[in-house]
């Protein structure tokens, strides 16, 4: 069933390396994300205005995160003042809990599920699955996932690791264990796919009395919730219903109506490279005779106050989800999403999850490490989330930690040489003297992670300084003598 | 005018022919150039690697040992950019430690004065056409820093088309990283290993002679990956050559591989 967390995941460099072996999982990667990559690129391209509308987006954010406290008691006001109920959760067992009690009250043993980022990061169903509740995943590739007792890997596309062959034969081995079997004959055709799907998920939505959503956006203003998406299964459950639970994170709020403006152009061309999205969902509290009589909205803070009070790190919750970093990351390429061991994959999980979760255990303490600092992500991001200033910031405070003793040590022996460049210039004429003896492999070490698949590079006759002192000797240059220290 | 050479830590050990080629360009172009000899490195490995603290007192060096140069010029776009994007970044989280005012001033004083070759070359110098010949099939490789934190932008690839004999063939997926990413490299080895490949897969592609790039940490992860290839199968014609030593070029004194 889906009750596969990542706990006691291991460091990214070890999951990584199996992902590069696969080539299946290479090819997949590749095309997906090339394609999403390119189609995004025109998408954007198209307006003129689009380094406006990302200060714009950044800005909003920046402004609803400094007065956040304020905008949440607005929020909660609102949602109750139309009929909701407002409940506050600080970690994940606390939402977990919470959600277990609402559905629990209504006495129904399942549950369908919108596509949600927030619930897979608290590992709600697993959660519910241990209170005896299913949770359904009604997102097509949310479903690919749970039906292959997977986990997601990719915020946008979780199943991007699947090619079509694949998702056939996931759909005909397990449809039946969870309901609807797939149609007999199964091909590998996408509208035959979508089709056994949308058979098989039918069956759910009208049954389904509970649904669990998360939220895109939250207006603090009105009190109204935001759900963006493709396929309008999220719609399903969002109306037919009698009872919908909502877990948002609370930096998903924003102060009016009217930001929407800004953010439903910024996400659909960042994330799915569509002008517009087909379904945008809104939702203010309940309404009689119009969609869920009940309405619950848990608003989860799992780490978000913590990384609120880091000067550096807060830009991350600025993020709306796009995955447009992940798309042109050339590590996540390679690397795929399993290997971030998190609900958060690429290069925004790099900087959000060791936030969110502490940088101590081992896979978290290795993914501020995960990326080439070539600031793709970043050139993306609809909010101008500084992706590599944020991870080289989470690299200090890991190398701060117990274990970089060596590490610590040899950079500052780095440091000590080059600020003594009469040592500096000596170590260089004594290397380039020695270097018919140098090899060009080594066996332990950082050296050998290097020379496993590159050779040491070839050391010259002479350094630059001492080819500079031939030929210019002291005519210029050298006026500048260390002052004494 | 007279402008001082930054030459980098790298090129200074393993690359020195960069360097000699930025001195001559420089000076057939009728700048005087100075190598105060008090630099070394700008930090960015310890920076990078999570060691900001350690980058302190190489961060006083470098302001202190150019101090009196309105221009100082270096043939590496990731050490440009460490200058230009993370020494004000250094300056300030020092000063909010409370002791770092002589730091943020000295990062501020520096900070705009340091310009990338091509910068220098096209922004202050004015020039298109250096004067080179270079009579080979290139394919050139905008480095990240140089890419996306400079925004060097057409620099390099108009100094290239300039040059006299010279075939520019385009790289396929140009803006893609080499992998190199300092100790990335080392701490995902594989990650790092299976970028270079990709991207010298794609550079053989284009029957180039010569791979060119303006950053030669970069240049060395490749050159690196080329070295293992061609002891493996010994039959590949392509080099990897710093873009200063094509712009330093000439039918007189031209380009030899070393």
């Known amino acids: ?485 | 005018m007279r402008v001082a050479l930054f030459t980098t830590c790298v090129n200074d050990a393993v690359f020195p022919s960069a360097a000699i080629a930025t001195v001559r360009l420089l000076e057939r172009l009728g700048v005087t150039v100075d190598f105060p000899e008090q630099q070394s490195c700008c930090g960015q490995p310890q920076y990078n690697t999570g060691y900001r603290k350690l980058t302190e007192p190489l961060v006083l060096r470098m302001a202190r040992v150019f101090e009196d140069y309105e221009f100082v010029v270096t043939p590496s776009g990731s050490c440009a950019a460490m200058v230009r994007d993370n020494y004000p970044r250094i300056g300030a989280k020092a000063e909010a430690e409370g002791h770092g005012r002589e730091l943020a001033e000295a990062a501020a004083a520096l900070t705009p004065r340091v310009l990338e070759l091509t910068e220098f070359l096209t922004d202050v110098l004015g020039v298109t056409d250096v004067g080179a010949h270079f009579p080979h099939r290139v394919t050139y490789h905008p480095s990240c820093h140089g890419l996306r934190m400079l925004g060097l932008g057409e620099r390099p690839l108009a100094l290239l088309r300039a040059v006299k004999g010279l075939e520019l063939v385009e790289l396929p997926g140009a803006e893609e990283c080499c992998g190199f990413g300092g100790t990335f490299a080392v701490k995902n080895p594989d990650v790092s290993t299976a970028m270079g490949e990709d991207k010298l897969r794609s550079a053989l592609s284009t029957g180039a002679e010569v791979l060119c790039g303006a950053d030669n940490s970069c240049l060395l992860h490749l050159g690196a990956m080329l070295s293992r290839h061609n002891r493996r199968r010994a039959d590949t014609p392509m080099h990897i050559v710093h873009l200063a030593e094509i712009l330093a070029s000439t039918e007189t004194d031209p380009w030899s591989h070393a």
């Open chain 1, 1 to 485: 069933m889906s009750g596969r967390t990542d706990l006691g995941m291991p460091a990214f460099p070890k999951a990584a390396k199996a992902s590069t072996k696969d080539e299946r999982l290479r090819a997949n990667l590749r095309h997906a994300t090339h394609t999403i990559r390119d189609k995004r690129a025109r998408a954007v391209g198209e307006l003129d205005d689009w380094a406006l509308l990302r200060e714009a987006g950044k800005r909003i954010k920046d402004h609803t995160l400094c007065h956040l406290d304020a905008y949440l008691l607005q929020l909660e006001e609102r949602v109750t003042a139309a009929g909701g109920t407002v409940h506050w959760a600080g970690d994940a067992a606390e939402a977990n809990r919470i959600v277990a009690d609402l559905v629990k009250a209504t006495g129904e043993r399942e549950v369908v599920k919108v596509k949600s980022m927030t619930t897979q990061e608290i590992g709600l169903n697993a959660a519910l699955e241990a209170e005896g509740i299913t949770a359904y995943e009604t997102d097509l590739a949310e479903l690919i996932v749970q039906l292959g007792d997977d986990l997601p890997s990719h915020i946008l596309v979780p199943a991007i690791h699947r090619n079509r062959a694949e998702i056939r034969d996931i759909f005909t081995e397990q449809m039946a264990r969870w309901g609807r079997p797939a149609p007999v004959g199964l091909t590998d055709r996408p509208a035959d796919l979508a089709e056994a799907a949308r058979l098989h998920l039918r069956e759910k939505f009208l049954r389904a009395k509970v649904a669990v959503s998360g939220a895109n956006f939250m207006i603090a203003e009105t009190g109204t919730l935001v759900v963006v998406e493709s396929e309008g299964n999220g719609r399903m459950c969002l109306t037919l219903p009698e009872t919908l639970i909502s877990v948002v994170g609370i930096e998903k709020v924003l102060p009016a109506w009217q930001d929407l403006e800004v953010f439903l152009q910024l996400l659909p061309r960042s994330s799915t490279a569509e002008r517009m999205n087909p379904y945008t969902t809104t939702w203010t509290g309940t309404t009689d005779g119009d969609g869920p009589r009940e309405f619950h909205l848990v608003l989860l803070d799992n780490g978000r106050s913590h990384t609120l009070a880091d000067q550096v790190g807060r830009q991350v919750l600025r993020c709306i989800r796009c995955s447009a970093c992940l798309n042109v990351c050339p590590v996540y390429e390679r690397a795929g999403g399993h290997a971030y061991g998190s609900a958060y994959p690429g290069p925004i999980g790099a900087v959000l999850t060791p936030q969110l979760r502490g940088t101590q255990s081992e896979v978290d303490a290795s993914l501020p490490f995960a990326s080439s600092l070539c600031g793709a992500c970043y050139e993306v991001c609809p909010v101008a989330i500084d992706i590599p200033e944020v991870l080289v910031h989470l690299r200090e405070q890991v190398a701060a930690q117990p274990g970089h003793r060596a590490e610590h040590a040899a950079m500052k022996a780095a440091t000590w040489l080059f600020d003594h460049p009469a040592a500096l210039a000596a170590v260089e004429r004594a290397a380039s003297a020695t270097r018919a003896l140098h090899p060009r492999t080594l066996p332990v070490g950082p050296a050998k992670a290097w020379t496993d698949s590159r050779d040491l590079p070839k050391l010259p006759a002479e350094p630059f300084r001492t080819w500079w002192k031939k030929h210019h000797g002291d005519q210029h240059g050298d006026h500048h003598e260390e002052p004494a220290r």
